[in-house]
Structures are given as structure tokens and as C-alpha cells.
């Protein structure tokens, strides 16, 4: 039997591409000890986004901060006792100790404003434990289910949920600040819980959330990626029948493994919730290139005998071509999540298609030396031949079959349509993470955590300037009478509070004052009083010329949030009056969060259309025929219709892991349609079989392999579904339902395609075949 130049030059030289091979994956393995989680959910904002630069400017003013919110609820009564006050002062007297803490606020330290002797007095509602008779609890009471500043806000209507709020600064660069203020918070509300035990605690806020990102990642990567190992383990033996083959598929996955994570310490990036998926993604995109050429080898294990060095070669050779191909789709795949709009998923990306392009060099380095010392069983003829039987109703009906596709696609386009595009920021975790549950209880039991934030500038340079005061006044009334919203903190609620009390207490003069001086006078008494870490520095900027109105939302979807945003937006650009002058108008972290599913859209569909044509022109290009390039795309997009048609019928809501799954699968899923292509025009063109002939000894010959493969892929994102993170988790399913898709359009509707364009495909070449056939 001849060989090729290929396989005499592999021959000879696979020492050596196995032992450089090896020395290139230990040097990317050693960024390994570079990588760092970044625990910051701003991680995943876009650059240079509008809302984004919104967010940013509210920062350089006010301060950037995140909050830690502990919530307490007695489940039998009111919190207004003097044991569980006395409790909740201590807690708020040690929160100040929470790493980078710049306030805290509770019932307890709450500034009161009273007036005492002809003077207005604005102290703690509880200084000291003796404080608290029985007539300053139930003044507390009062306050807590009645002031404004207070309701919803850190105590519930019902008075049986507190809270207390600290904010924090981290400094800028500093990736852990958010796990180490998260971990002395909930080392302070497990004491709590201790000395309470009657009464039920939480830890929440933004800064809990930031620290439930790297906790996702590091569950996802100690728990996904062993069972990932296992799962392919048990599916090469099943397949591959062969413990040293095992063996070889251990080796190889390990290594562009190894080589994958290590890059990403190399090239700077930071781990998020999305590299506990890379292993995963690493694992299955490898496994498929080395069972392709194990399976080549097994089949042709019969024509070689003792020769089992040119039985490696001679695998390789049969496969390298489709396993390039395929390398390359996946690798083009998984690079156009560039386009995506958040950074962690351009990082992923660059870094799967790095695991692709090692997954290649590893699978022929390690075939090369490793499979000559196997012993393949051959596959039986017979088990060959079930992988075509099914073909036959196909071939003898070819177009109406196809039609029947054809009407499937139609049909589900209409499912497909009524998908909306929707997300839940919290519920990005599942309930295996803490501050899912904790979250969704404060927002039952006290206050959301999502916050629509504004910065109003008076037109006058001057925040005490009354219409300016009012105009922002008849805003907050406003928003406070909308459902979606839980509290408005304005500085008006202030003023209007040291007003009344300036007045006798009389519920009539709970207004704004009307005199410009009285309220510059109010405002610098206000502040004067105000005790240190409890100023007005996160409401007015330096010059007073700004100031800060806060909206805390209810338990909202990012459609919700959009929606509320738009509504509030749209009565100030109708009510305002040019005294006070929005000109961002709505931002905050979730107002980000809801704008990212939205623009990710328009992001990857870009991605898409590059990935289609490139991918398109490369199997033009390698095999040497635009309309196999053209056939190619058929049973590759059809499927994603179709699996968003289902997802329609089940969920009905697609988030931003649902659009980027199309842009990441589709590169997976085309190389088995390569392979298909590849074989069969071989058959064709240089072995003159007819065009059903082909099919079926294609199909024999390759089927196999693309069947394994693609359970082994859907299996390892079948793992993903586990992820606590819920986008992982989406991302896996959905990937699960495409690639099953595509391996039925593959062997069902790619035959059927392949069989009524044959003519047109050969172009010079199709009378020659003609000829022959007749």
C-alpha cells in the first residue's frame, strides 16, 4: 500500500512534533499561576457603552460605591423590642468595621430631627443601649414604618424587617476588596444569627453580588470539569472499546487543556463567572478532534495488521484535512464572540479559539506516538453498515422528504417570534449560591436592590434654589406612586423634615421653603449637624451645584427595568420646567445590566454574519467547490430556528447567553457536515460512485465518528446545565439542543440536499459522471 510524502514526513519526525508540543504546553500551562478572579460584576459591562459612560459620570461626582445590605425579619412579630434593638446598634457599631466601609445606615443610627427649646436638634435615634425606654421604641416604630427616608428602605411597613446598609469605596485595581468586605460581612451576620437564633438573617447588595461571581467560577471549574472528565471517559470506552485508546483521549484533552486555561494567564485576563465554562468547552472541542482520528484508525485497523506506525499515519492523513477544516470553523466560531458586547465573553472567546488550534496541534502529536502502541479492534461491517440502513425511505423519496424539512422550518419560525428578550439579574445565580436567596428575601421582605439613579444639575449652579428643589420634588412624587418602585431618596425629603420641625411640627409645613436664603440656611444647618460618615457627600456634589436622587426598584426583570427607566424619562423630558437639568437622565448598575441582553443583539449579530461568510468561503476554499460551501450553511442555520422555535414553546425568553450560543455552536456543529461533504465528494469525483452510492458508504464510513462526536460534544454542555450561574447554565442547554439538531439535519436532511443538487455541484465534471453511471 502507497504512502503519501505526509505520512513518510510524520513517520519520521513525530518525536519531534510530540516532544515540542510538549514544551509549548508546559510554557502556556505556567500562566496557570497568573490567573486571577475578578470579582466585580462590572466586569461584563461594555466599554464605551452610552449607559455605561452614564454610570461612569455618576461615579466621578458622587463617588463610586457598592453596598452590603444585612437583613434581619422577626418572623413572630415586630422587630421594636429592646433585646433586638439593643442587637441590631451592636451589629451597626461593628459594620463600620467591614473592610472599606464609608457608612452605614439603620433604624438605629438614623439622624432624627426634632426640636427641643426653641432649637432643632438632628441626632442618632439611639446613641447609647440606655436609649431605648419603651416611649423611644415606639417613637422608633413609629418612624421606621412612617418616615420616608425609612419605609422600604430599612424597615418594612409591617416594622418586622430591618436592615442595615453599609457603603463601601473600593479602591480602584483591587480585585478581592468585594470578597474580603463580603467575607468579614457575613462573618458579622453569622455572629448575629448566633446570639439570635429566633430570627432570620441575610446578606445581600452589590458587593455580595460582585462576590458571588468567582464563588460560580470556582464551583463551575471544581465540579463541571471532573464530571466532564468522567463523562467522556465512559463515552470513549463505550465507543472506542479500548482502555489504551482511553488513555490517548485522556492525554490529549489534558494537555490543550492545560495549554488553554495557561494562555489566559498569559495574555492578562481575569477569571470570571464565564472561565469556569472554558475547561468544559476546552474538553469537548478536543475530545471530538482525537475521536476522529481513533475511529479512522479503529476502521482501518484491518488493512494494516502489525503495522500499527503506518495505521497512525495513515489516520491521520484520512482525517487531518476534514480535523483542519473543522479546527478552523471552530476556531472562527468561537472568535467572533469578539463582536460580543461584554468583555468576558471577548476574552472567552479569544481563548476557546486558542483551544481549538491546540486541541489540532495536541490530537496529531499525540495519535502520531501513542496509537502504535494500541491494539484497535476493527469496526464489524455489519455495525458499519446500521449507520446507512436508515437512508434508504430517504433516497427512495429524497424530495418529499425534503419538503417535509422545509415545513418544519416554517413551522417553528412562529415559536421562534415569541421570544422575548428578557433577563433576571439575580436570578443569573441559582439557589446554591447564597445571595440568590438572600436577595430575593429582601426584596419580599424590605427593599430591591436595584437602583435607578439620576443626577439633577440646577440651572442656577445652585442646589438650593426652590424651583430647583421643586421641579425635582414633583419628580420623586412622581416615581414614588409608580408600582415598580420600593423608595425615592432626594435631599428634598430633608429640607422638607427640618422644615416642619422649624415650624412647630405642624403636618402642613412639611414642605420645601420657598425662600432661597431660608433654604441655603436649612440645607448648612443640615449638614453642620450631620454626624462624620453620615454626611451628604453621596447626595450633592462640592460645589452644591448637583445633586443625587436615588429610585430603589421592587423585584424587577431587565424589561421591567427598562421600562420603568423609559416611563420615568419620558414624564421628566414632558414635566421639567429647565430649573433642574438631567442631561443623562436614568442610569445605574441594573439599568447596564438591562441595557446589555438588548445590545448584545446587535453586537453578535454582526458576529454571526462574519462567522456565516468566513465560514463559508473557508469550506469553499478547502474543498474546492463554492456550492458545497453554499450547502453547508443549510443544515447548520435551519437547526437554530428550529431550537429557538422550541425554546419559544417552553421559556418564551431568550438572554444574552441564547444569542451568543448561535455564534459559539455554530462552528461546532459545521465541522460534521464537513466531514460529510469532504468524504462524499472524494467518493465522487475521484472514485466515479453514483450519487446514492456515495451517500451510503459515506455515511457508513463517517457517521460513526460524527455520531460520537456529537454525543460527546452534547454531553459536555449538558454538564454546563449544572453551572449555579444561570447563563452558563441556558448557554449549555440551549448548545445541547442545537447540536442534536444538527447531527438529525446531518443525517437526515444534508443526504436529501447533497442528492437533488449533485448535478449542479461538478460543474466541467458532472458529464463525465453522467457518462460513467449511464
Not at 43 to 72: C, M, N, W, Y
Not at 81 to 95: F, G, I
Not at 128 to 151: F, K, S, Y
Not at 560 to 576: E, F, G, L, P, V
Amino acid at each position: 500500500m502507497a504512502t503519501s510524502t505526509f505520512e513518510r514526513w510524520l513517520k519520521r519526525y513525530r518525536f519531534w512534533l510530540f516532544a515540542l508540543t510538549l514544551i509549548l504546553v508546559a510554557v502556556l500551562s505556567w500562566g496557570m499561576t497568573s490567573i486571577r478572579f475578578a470579582a466585580d460584576y462590572r466586569a461584563f459591562f461594555p466599554e464605551g457603552e452610552k449607559t455605561v459612560e452614564q454610570l461612569d459620570a455618576l461615579h466621578r461626582q458622587f463617588g463610586k460605591s457598592d453596598t452590603l445590605l444585612f437583613v434581619i425579619k422577626n418572623p413572630k412579630g415586630t422587630m421594636f423590642n429592646r433585646a433586638y434593638l439593643e442587637q441590631l446598634h451592636e451589629l451597626t457599631q461593628r459594620a463600620w468595621h467591614i473592610p472599606h466601609a464609608y457608612r452605614v445606615d439603620s433604624v438605629t443610627n438614623f439622624q432624627h430631627v426634632f426640636a427641643e427649646d426653641d432649637t432643632v436638634h438632628v441626632e442618632a435615634l439611639v446613641r447609647e443601649p440606655a436609649d431605648l425606654t419603651p416611649a423611644h421604641i415606639q417613637l422608633m416604630e413609629r418612624l421606621g414604618r412612617n418616615d420616608i427616608e425609612l419605609v422600604k428602605r430599612l424597615v418594612s411597613s409591617d416594622g418586622q424587617t430591618v436592615g442595615v446598609l453599609v457603603t463601601l469605596q473600593f479602591p480602584p485595581q483591587t480585585l478581592d476588596a468585594a470578597l474580603a468586605a463580603t467575607a468579614e460581612g457575613q462573618r458579622l451576620l453569622d455572629d448575629f444569627a448566633r446570639n439570635n437564633p429566633g430570627l432570620e438573617v441575610h446578606l445581600t447588595g452589590l458587593a455580595a453580588v460582585e462576590a458571588a461571581y468567582p464563588q460560580a467560577a470556582q464551583q463551575d471549574m471544581a465540579v463541571l470539569t471532573p464530571l466532564m472528565y468522567l463523562i467522556i471517559l465512559l463515552a470513549s470506552v463505550l465507543m472506542l472499546r479500548s482502555l489504551g485508546a482511553l488513555l490517548v483521549v485522556l492525554i490529549a484533552i489534558s494537555l490543550a487543556t492545560a495549554a488553554t486555561l495557561g494562555a489566559s494567564g498569559w495574555l492578562g485576563f481575569e477569571a470570571t463567572a464565564l472561565t469556569g465554562l472554558l475547561p468544559t468547552i476546552v474538553l469537548a472541542t478536543s475530545v471530538a478532534e482525537i475521536m476522529h482520528v481513533l475511529s479512522a484508525a479503529r476502521q482501518m485497523s484491518g488493512q494494516y495488521g502489525e503495522r500499527r506506525v503506518d495505521l497512525a499515519c495513515a489516520a491521520i492523513k484520512d482525517t487531518i484535512k476534514p480535523i483542519a477544516i473543522g479546527t478552523a470553523t471552530n476556531a472562527v466560531g468561537f472568535y467572533s464572540l469578539v463582536f460580543a458586547a461584554s468583555p468576558p465573553y471577548k476574552e472567552f472567546g479569544v481563548l476557546a479559539a486558542i483551544g481549538a488550534v491546540m486541541a489540532l496541534l495536541v490530537t496529531l502529536s499525540v495519535a502520531a506516538v501513542l496509537i502504535p502502541l494500541l491494539r484497535l479492534k476493527p469496526l464489524e461491517g455489519a455495525a458499519s453498515r446500521r449507520y446507512s440502513a436508515y437512508m434508504e425511505p430517504l433516497l427512495r423519496y429524497p424530495k418529499l422528504c425534503l419538503l417535509g424539512f422545509v415545513v418544519l422550518f416554517v413551522l417553528a419560525i412562529e415559536p421562534a417570534r415569541h421570544n422575548l428578550i428578557n433577563d433576571r439579574i439575580v436570578e443569573n445565580f441559582d439557589t446554591s449560591i447564597p445571595v440568590r436567596n438572600a436577595t430575593e428575601f429582601a426584596m419580599d421582605n424590605l427593599s430591591g436592590i436595584y437602583r435607578l439613579e439620576y443626577v439633577a444639575t440646577s440651572s442656577k449652579g445652585d442646589i438650593s434654589d426652590p424651583a430647583f428643589l421643586q421641579e425635582l420634588d414633583r419628580f420623586a412624587q412622581w416615581l414614588r406612586v409608580q408600582p415598580e418602585v420600593d423608595s425615592v431618596t432626594t435631599l428634598g425629603d430633608a429640607l422638607k423634615k427640618l422644615n416642619q420641625t422649624m415650624n412647630g411640627g405642624r403636618p402642613e409645613d412639611y414642605r420645601l421653603p420657598v425662600d432661597p436664603a431660608l433654604a441655603a440656611q436649612m440645607l448648612l444647618v443640615y449638614e453642620m449637624s450631620l454626624p462624620f460618615g453620615l454626611d451628604l457627600g453621596s447626595q450633592i456634589n462640592i460645589d452644591k451645584s448637583a445633586t443625587r436622587l436615588v429610585v430603589t426598584l421592587t423585584r424587577l426583570d431587565t424589561q421591567q427595568i427598562r421600562d420603568i427607566k423609559q416611563r420615568a424619562d419620558d414624564w421628566w423630558q414632558a414635566n421639567a420646567r429647565r430649573s433642574a437639568l438631567i442631561p443623562g437622565l436614568g442610569t445605574g448598575e441594573a439599568v447596564v445590566f438591562a441595557n446589555l441582553t438588548h445590545i448584545s443583539i446587535e453586537y453578535m449579530v454582526n458576529g454571526l454574519l462574519f462567522e456565516l461568510l468566513t465560514i463559508t468561503l473557508m469550506v469553499a476554499f478547502f474543498l474546492r467547490n463554492a456550492g458545497l460551501g453554499l450547502i453547508s450553511v443549510l443544515p447548520n442555520v435551519f437547526p437554530f430556528f428550529i431550537m429557538f422555535g422550541l425554546w419559544g414553546l417552553w421559556r418564551g425568553e431568550i438572554n444574552t447567553a441564547a444569542i451568543n450560543v448561535c455564534v459559539v455552536v455554530y462552528g461546532l456543529i459545521v465541522e460534521a457536515t464537513i466531514h460529510i461533504m469532504s468524504h462524499y465528494k472524494g467518493l465522487r469525483l475521484e472514485q466515479g460512485h453514483s450519487p446514492r452510492e456515495a451517500l451510503r458508504l459515506t455515511y457508513q464510513h463517517v457517521l460513526p465518528s460524527v455520531f460520537a462526536n456529537s454525543v460527546i460534544l452534547a454531553s459536555g454542555f449538558m454538564v454546563m446545565t449544572l453551572s449555579p450561574f444561570s447563563m452558563n447554565a441556558d448557554f449549555g442547554l440551549l448548545a445541547v439542543i442545537a447540536i442534536f439538531l444538527g447531527l438529525i439535519f446531518d443525517a437526515l436532511c444534508l443526504p436529501l440536499v447533497l442528492l437533488t443538487f449533485d448535478r449542479f455541484l461538478w460543474g466541467r465534471a458532472a458529464t463525465r459522471l453522467a457518462a460513467r453511471e449511464a
